[in-house]
């Protein structure tokens, strides 16, 4: 009942500025005509959003379970290996989900092999006890109530550097300042914490 409730609030008050702004933000980063496999889409809200004024995007998701009537074609897979074939899209794209993953390297190999062309990544960065501690919350409060896997596992820049540079991924667009929030809940919520890259496939 408690957690039921906490989504609520969150629905409210931030999922749906969330969804817009990320939606407005991952869809100036898609080069005209892309595909374009969302991975761990949840029930496609965001994916579905980049769409929105851009006919010439073909979007389809992927995620460990399907929810009922997602907004975009949903597939399920293990979590951990991408059923398609090298090269199947033009850009993978991750919203908040590597940090969830029991492996987040292995997907990330997988999303440089099933990419022709870039990795698009919105996650977070966790620099000490307090940038942990305010994720975690954060986290907890947003899905949750959803059901997600929680292992509140961060990476700091330094460590998502690495895992780029192993999977044969550089960084060609790198955002940190992104609005999710209203004030006075980005002081607290905002911050470095988040950051959006477009990562070109380089080996």
Known sequence: MFKQAIGTVHANAVFSRRARVLGEAIR?????????LD??????????????????????????????????????????????AD????????????????????????AARVARKSVVIKDHYAENWLDDKTLALMDWVGNAPHGVALPYKYWSRSE????????????????????LY???LSLAFGRNLHFLARLQISG
């Open 28 to 36: 100036d980063l898609l080069p005209m005509g892309s595909s374009v």
């Open 87 to 110: 090269g199947s899209f033009d850009i993978v794209t991750f919203v908040d989900v590597l940090h969830h993953a029991d492996d987040a390297r292995k997907l990330l190999h997988e």
């Open 160 to 179: 998502w550097n690495q895992a780029f540079n192993d999977s044969g991924l550089s960084v060609d667009i790198l955002q940190t300042r992104i609005p």
């Open 39 to 84: 991975v761990g889409t949840g029930d496609g809200t965001i994916a579905r959003l980049w769409k929105a004024g851009r006919p010439d995007l073909r979007v389809e998701g992927i995620d460990v379970f399907v929810r009922p009537n997602p907004k975009i074609p949903v597939s399920v897979f293990d979590g951990r290996t991408l059923p398609f």
């Open 182 to 184: 209203p004030l006075p």
